[in-house]
């Protein structure tokens, strides 16, 4: 039988009640059980609304005038939220995005896991959910009058909102971006153009270390010179006296990817250092470090209860990055062994290791899924396993060897519920038993949400 067609018109207004949310923060509305996923909606909400796309199944709309407003709904701080793709959430009170957090993890076990029995924890929050981004990386352009401007690209372009400040950064990071605005402009510096391939200051990336006060800036340009240099170290250095490294990276290539190849130091060292908890980190400029310290030690701190060493296990911890969770882990393990495919990652995790004087961890480079398999068959037998791989979850591969090495426990870091809610599902048939998830707030005003889980094996935990 034919589907009836839907109830609603392209460029139609109509009024609607919102009813949910999508997991990108959207309101969720319904025309005779027609959804229609409106930006800016929120639950128990009446709004205008102008209907911008139709499909077979679902549609998409415009908010055009909120008619009954939620008690949730609060007024976005930030001046150019509505241009800018960065945040998703701040029309939304901060209690509500963390429960918004909450109930993706819940729908994604009970939708995609069949895990609907799994206790999933209230999302942990930030007393302050503002400024705590430590690393930014922003566009250079120029306005009619030559003068720079730096900002984010508008939703779905690569055009430069002219922006002063974003309220997520670290404040740091938004001076250091400004100083090198103005100083840049002053020296005749002309922004690179990504249509004509013209120009030269393409991005300019900031670093800080929260715990360390430590600042690094990397200025990124399509060409190899960078004229009046020492003129805009000095300045720098005026402006930021804790400046720790300057940098100068080239990248020539008509490309979306920030950073080139080629790097010059052009004051103080290559790295900045930060810390989380006790543990010391080396940072350089092509590291991934996490962007959140606040909340990584949050996530760690669990991530280590649910691991529950007392100091004679064996652990692994794959896709490990710079090894931030192996070391981690290795304060309370008997040998951690860290894998991960960027060789510049495990080049960091080893010299983070030596600087913590960490002796019982070791560095793979290589695909976990690789790896896992060889380690199996090579006998390792660890007593826990940790998981924190990207957004498309772990390999089945990987997930087959870790069932083999049957591990008591297993933790899986995640920063995607779908993936992780399938992932947990193999492991469940393979043995295990998922014990609890915490939902942690890495990114608010942002619909991203980080998780952590406990899962052990089923004879030796209780289900
Ligand atoms: C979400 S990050 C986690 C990093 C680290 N655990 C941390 O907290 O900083 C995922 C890491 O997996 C790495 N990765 C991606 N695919 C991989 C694979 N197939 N095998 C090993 N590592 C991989 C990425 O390079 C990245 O460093």
């Not at 429960?99 to 076990?109: G, N, P």
């Not at 896991?113 to 799994?118: D, K, Q, R, T």
Request: charged share 30%; aromatic share 6%; hydrophobic share 35%.
């Amino acid at each position: 039988m034919a589907k009836p067609k839907p109830p609603v018109q392209k460029n139609e207004t109509i009024e609607l009640a919102f009813e949910d949310l999508t997991h990108e923060g959207n309101g969720v509305g319904k025309v005779n059980g027609y959804p229609l996923f409106v930006p800016y909606g929120l639950p128990g909400e009446k709004a205008k609304v102008k209907v911008v796309k139709v499909k077979k199944n679902f549609g998409f709309g415009k908010l055009l005038e909120v008619l009954e407003a939620s008690e949730e709904r609060v007024e976005p701080p930030c001046d150019v939220y509505l241009q800018c793709g960065g945040c998703q959430l701040q029309h939304m009170s901060y209690a509500m995005q963390l429960e918004m957090k909450h109930k993706q993890v819940k729908d994604a076990l009970k939708k995609i896991g069949h895990l609907e029995h799994v206790s999933v924890h209230d999302t942990i929050g930030m007393d302050d959910p503002w400024r705590y981004r430590n690393k930014v990386q922003i566009p250079v352009g120029e306005k009619e009058d030559g003068e720079l401007m730096t900002g984010f690209y508008q939703k779905r372009s690569h055009k430069i909102i002219d922006m002063d400040t974003c309220l997520i950064q670290d404040e740091r990071n938004d001076r250091m971006v400004e100083t090198v605005r103005r100083i840049a402009t002053r020296l005749g510096i002309s922004a690179y153009d990504e249509e004509s391939h013209r120009g030269m200051l393409r991005h300019v990336m900031v670093r800080t270390g929260q715990a360390t006060k430590d600042i690094m800036v990397v200025l990124v340009t399509k060409t190899k010179q960078l004229p009046e240099q020492d003129k805009l170290i000095d300045e720098i250095r005026d402006a930021f006296p804790n400046v720790k490294s300057i940098i100068h990276n080239i990248n020539s290539g008509r490309t979306n990817v920030i950073l080139g190849k080629e790097t010059k130091v052009l004051f103080g060292d290559e790295y900045i250092y930060d810390m989380i908890g006790d543990i010391k980190f080396m940072i350089s400029p092509k590291s991934f470090y996490q962007v959140n310290p606040t909340q990584t030690k949050k996530l760690y701190d669990q991530a280590l209860a649910y691991a529950d060493l007392r100091s004679g296990e064996t652990v692994i911890d794959a896709y490990c990055g710079i090894g931030s969770i192996s070391l981690f882990l290795a304060q309370e393990a008997k040998k951690v062994y860290g894998v991960e495919v960027v060789p510049e990652a495990v080049t960091d995790a080893k010299k983070n290791a030596k600087l913590n004087r960490m002796e019982n961890v070791e560095f793979y480079v290589g695909q976990a899924e690789e790896i896992m398999p060889w380690w199996r068959n090579q006998g390792l037998r660890p007593d826990v396993i940790v998981v924190d791989p990207p957004r498309k979850g772990c390999d089945e591969k990987l997930l087959e060897a870790m069932i083999d090495m049957e591990p008591e426990r297993i933790v899986y870091v995640s920063c995607n519920p779908s993936t992780l809610a399938r992932d947990l599902r193999v492991l469940e048939d393979g043995g295990y038993a998922t014990q609890e998830v915490q939902p942690v707030d890495m990114f608010p005003q942002t619909s991203h949400v980080e998780c952590v889980s406990q899962i052990v094996l089923k004879e030796a935990g209780t289900q």
